[in-house]
């Protein structure tokens, strides 16, 4: 499928040419068909289960699926200076999108904007701008991950909710590089929105491009849809009282030289007697890869379980001790710097479909820092679609994407519910695939939304600080410190640089890009300040 699309789309912009004004929202089947326009094209998802065709009423354990539809090129229009896209039609249900094309190391230079019609009402949303900007987000250059040959370029994916109409339309805009800092993603702004004629000289377009419609399926009946709104979680006084604002960076002696990376770890593990008192699991049968990723958390949870409970900070001490096996030298059975274990909800608990991952998982040798991210999504999602959005990262990143699993080690919504991401145990080193050239001894956490010009909510950031003063904490970092780590390759620096970095640092601090979001990087000395206090410094 790739190479037909690839042959047969490639498309160069030497000049603008436009798309007609928007047509009157109430587009109908029938028109749309009149129009020439070819049917959406076989989804190129492998599923896991049955066909993905018409959607009927009832919605109850459906896999998900991906359809692709190749962009074509588009006629004159001055207006807007649109040269590739989809005119109106109706498509098969779907919640999530995204443009996707062959070459992962070519950014699109331009603008995407998508219309979408509600599935509930038949309305037809105003344009919205998808961010361009995602390839930042992936594995390191010369990972076997990235040398798959199966990875793609991308925009960010939009949550749009259930909607059965699209259409979309590409600019093109001067090779210009990235913006200091856009949040293009529903919010009204239109920071850096230039285009059309007049522009000046414009930027050639990916080949290949396609728009990628993801349903992200239905979890299990029965399943949780990430639990009750997270209360105040045990042992929070631990450490001292709320931390104060962060009098700033301090240094401290650099850690020493960390032994090489491991390779990819074999699944299913046997782990440490599971944590009392965690969740039940539930019943019914598992896939063999749904046990696996379910037994990386062997040593904190039964196997099944859908959510890893939150320990006082005296338990995550001992549990730390019992993790880190028997023969502890005094030194290390000493007093650490943790902060209490936070709820997370498992890849289970938010429905992850395992066929859609590789089996193996791969770890680095230990986390040295924790990288902050938004997901650019857009913000118009409820928390209790939280887990729906998780799974169409998911496809999205394995589907369209081509990569291992989903990016990200943890994601956080916005009412501060933390969830597994990446496949491989929350407590151990899972390498990642979220920030070009760092993902080694590092961990990625996105927090869900687009937080350019709209702030991110106090729950989600105190859900950041308490996650990372334990993942942290796991491995005797500092939130308030610095470390040294080595770039695999990126814009900012030339592999096999030394960067001395904060222990938590936005994704913009290793990558040229604008990700987190302003308003949420602004955040990030409040989130190491509370972190350090939850560790008890």
């Excluded at 009149?34 to 354990?61: H, K, L, N, W, Y």
């Excluded at 933390?418 to 929350?426: D, M, P």
Aim: glycine share 14%; with cysteine; hydrophobic share 35%.
């Amino acid at each position: 499928m790739r190479g037909i699309l690839a042959s047969s789309i490639g498309v160069t912009c030497a000049a603008a040419l436009a798309l007609p004004l928007a047509p009157p929202a109430a587009a109908s089947v029938s028109s749309v068909s009149s129009a020439g326009t070819p049917a959406p094209v076989a989804d190129v998802a492998t599923r896991t289960v049955g066909t993905a065709g018409a959607r009927t009423g009832a919605r109850a354990d459906v896999p998900g699926s991906t359809q692709s539809l190749p962009l074509r090129p588009l006629t004159r229009d001055r207006a807007s200076g649109a040269v590739l896209g989809l005119t109106p039609r109706t498509v098969r249900t779907f919640s999530l999108l995204g443009v996707v094309w062959e070459d992962p190391s070519v950014d699109l230079h331009g603008r995407v904007q998508v219309r979408t019609r509600a599935a509930s009402t038949g309305d037809w949303t105003d344009w919205q701008d998808v961010e361009t900007h995602y390839t930042q987000h992936g594995a390191d250059p010369d990972s076997s991950e990235a040398a798959s040959g199966k990875a793609r370029g991308a925009t960010a994916p939009l949550w749009v909710g259930e909607s059965d109409g699209v259409e979309v339309r590409v600019l093109p805009e001067p090779d210009a590089g990235e913006p200091e800092d856009v949040d293009p993603v529903g919010t009204g702004s239109d920071e850096d929105a230039s285009g059309g004629e007049g522009a000046g000289e414009v930027s050639t377009l990916p080949a290949g491009m396609r728009l990628d419609l993801v349903d992200p399926g239905e979890a299990e009946p029965g399943e949780s849809a990430g639990g009750a709104e997270p209360q105040a979680e045990p042992g929070e006084s631990a450490g001292g009282a709320e931390p104060q604002a962060e009098p700033g960076e301090s240094g401290g002696p650099e850690p020493q030289a960390e032994p090489g990376e491991s390779a990819e770890g074999a699944e299913g593990a046997e782990g440490a007697e599971p944590a009392e008192g965690a969740e039940v699991p539930r019943t019914g049968v598992m896939t063999a890869a749904a046990k696996a990723a379910s037994a990386a958390n062997s040593a904190l949870v039964p196997l099944g379980a859908t959510q890893i409970p939150s320990l006082t900070a005296e338990e995550t001490r001992e549990e730390l001790v019992a993790l880190r096996g028997t023969g502890l030298t005094e030194q290390q059975q000493a007093k650490p710097y943790i902060g209490p274990r936070p709820s997370i909800v498992t890849r289970r608990g938010w429905g992850a479909d395992e066929s859609l991952r590789e089996k193996s998982f791969v770890y680095t040798s230990k986390v040295k820092a924790a990288f902050v991210h938004h997901t650019a999504s857009g913000n118009s999602y409820s928390c209790s679609q939280a887990p729906s959005l998780i799974r169409g990262f998911y496809r999205y990143h394995t589907k369209s994407l081509g990569w291992r699993d989903i990016g990200y080690n943890f994601l956080v919504d916005k009412c501060g519910r933390i969830y597994e991401g990446r496949a491989g145990g929350v407590a151990k080193p899972v390498k990642g695939a979220h920030t070009m050239g760092f993902n080694s001894k590092t961990t990625g956490i996105a927090v869900i939304g687009s937080y350019g010009s709209k702030k991110p909510s106090s729950k989600a950031v105190k859900a950041v600080a308490r996650l990372t003063a334990w993942k942290l904490g796991l491995h005797g970092m500092n939130p308030k410190k610095k470390t040294s780590l080595t770039s695999g390759g990126g814009n900012l620096y030339a592999k096999g640089k030394k960067v001395k970095m904060k222990v938590i640092s936005g994704h913009r601090d290793g990558f040229n890009t604008s990700c987190p979001g302003g308003k949420l990087h602004k955040k990030l000395g409040s989130v190491r300040s509370k972190a350090a206090g939850y560790q008890g410094r």
